[in-house]
Nanobody
Framework: QVQLVESGGGLVQPGGSLRLSCAASGSIFSINVMGWYRQAPGKQRELVAAISSGGSTNVKDSVKGRFTISRDNAKNTVYLQMNSLKPEDTAVYYC?????????????WGQGTRVTVSS
């Protein structure tokens, strides 16, 4: 099993910044994609940003130019730098790790870290 430990959430004013971190440990064999999802109250969980082992990224349109995803493969850690935060960014943010082995996909999820953007 893979354990994901998230940190960096909190309360921030509109226009502020936060940096989320997620460190993976445990049964790691080959991490393919690391990413961040979010779920706002009453809404479905949605992909915010993801990054492959080679560094290719997929970023939600509404956060492009404000959020940056990066990863440190040596530390099995993924980061989400969030700038110019807006109230609509308020949500619980979840780290996701995808591993592939023998044609099978293994998903792991963090416990979530709350981000609140409010004045």
């Amino acid at each position: 099993q893979v354990q994901l430990v998230e940190s960096g959430g909190g309360l921030v004013q509109p226009g502020g910044s936060l940096r989320l971190s997620c460190a993976a440990s445990g049964s790691i064999f080959s991490i393919n994609v690391m990413g961040w999802y979010r779920q706002a109250p009453g809404k479905q969980r949605e992909l915010v940003a993801a990054i492959s082992s080679g560094g290719s990224t997929n970023v939600k349109d509404s956060v492009k130019g404000r959020f940056t995803i990066s990863r440190d493969n040596a530390k099995n850690t993924v980061y989400l730098q969030m700038n110019s935060l807006k109230p609509e960014d308020t949500a619980v943010y979840y780290c996701n790790v995808i591993q592939l082995r023998s044609g099978l996909r293994y998903d792991s999820w963090g416990q979530g870290t709350r981000v609140t953007v409010s004045s």
